[in-house]
T-cell receptor, first 114, second 115 residues
Framework: DSGVTQTPKHLITATGQRVTLRCSPR?????VYWYQQSLDQGLQFLIQ???????AKGNILERFSAQQFPDLHSELNLSSLELGDSALYFC?????????????FGQGTRLTVV | AQTVTQSQPEMSVQEAETVTLSCTYD???????LFWYKQPPSRQMILVIR??????QNATENRFSVNFQKAAKSFSLKISDSQLGDTAMYFC????????????FGTGTSLTVIP
């Protein structure tokens, strides 16, 4: 158990809908990262938050947004969903915003858009 | 931009044998970390081994070891005495600790251990 909790584990929704994925980082970790893993692909970095502030952006679509709350949990919001958004979404956490030498991954949320 | 390439989409190995998974990467950075992650059917991303670029000595963790060739930008994973529980997707990843802490992942190698 990595200590990173993601909910829900599975989500099925229709095209055009909006969903929210939730991540609770390890106790003491201030950074949260979101990754997308599409079929037969490696994980693609979406966005990083540190202590409530956005720190880095990767290949995140404009239809997607995220935030980190004062209790350090993070939510990834996906809107106007398309079939191609079906993927595993991973959250990872680490202690600092820079200088980390590892990160801890949650078990992921499998999103299926039908 | 950083890229990580895993050129072996699928591999198989007999139980108790040794297998090597390949990974190459491209970067202009000098200070970075390289990782191998295992993703079993449970989908959990499990850290297998980590290598610091400034260390010449290859990292080892029990049956897992790496061959890190910095000049060639190569980072292969050797699994000795393969076990059925080693069956999984293996991802090579690159991370720059001081200029953006995100991982850059390869596309993975699916390893099957045959009894």
């Amino acid at each position: 158990d990595s200590g990173v909790t993601q909910t829900p584990k599975h989500l099925i929704t229709a095209t055009g809908q909006r969903v929210t994925l939730r991540c609770s980082p390890r106790s003491g970790d201030l950074s949260v990262y979101w990754y997308q893993q599409s079929l037969d692909q490696g994980l693609q970095f979406l966005i990083q938050y540190y202590n409530g502030e956005e720190r880095a952006k990767g290949n995140i679509l404009e239809r997607f947004s995220a935030q980190q709350f004062p209790d350090l949990h993070s939510e990834l919001n996906l809107s106007s969903l398309e079939l191609g958004d079906s993927a595993l979404y991973f959250c990872a956490s680490s202690v600092r915003d820079r200088g980390n030498t590892e990160a801890f991954f949650g078990q992921g949320t499998r999103l299926t858009v039908v | 931009a950083q890229t990580v390439t895993q050129s072996q989409p699928e591999m198989s190995v007999q139980e108790a044998e040794t297998v090597t998974l390949s990974c190459t990467y491209d970067t202009s950075e000098n200070n970075y970390y390289l990782f191998w992650y295992k993703q079993p059917p449970s989908r959990q991303m499990i850290l297998v081994i980590r290598q610091e670029a400034y260390k010449q000595q290859n990292a080892t963790e029990n049956r897992f070891s790496v061959n890190f060739q910095k000049a060639a930008k190569s980072f292969s994973l050797k699994i000795s005495d393969s076990q059925l529980g080693d069956t999984a997707m293996y991802f090579c990843a690159f991370m720059k600790p001081f200029t953006g802490n995100q991982f850059y992942f390869g596309t993975g190698t699916s390893l099957t251990v045959i009894p």
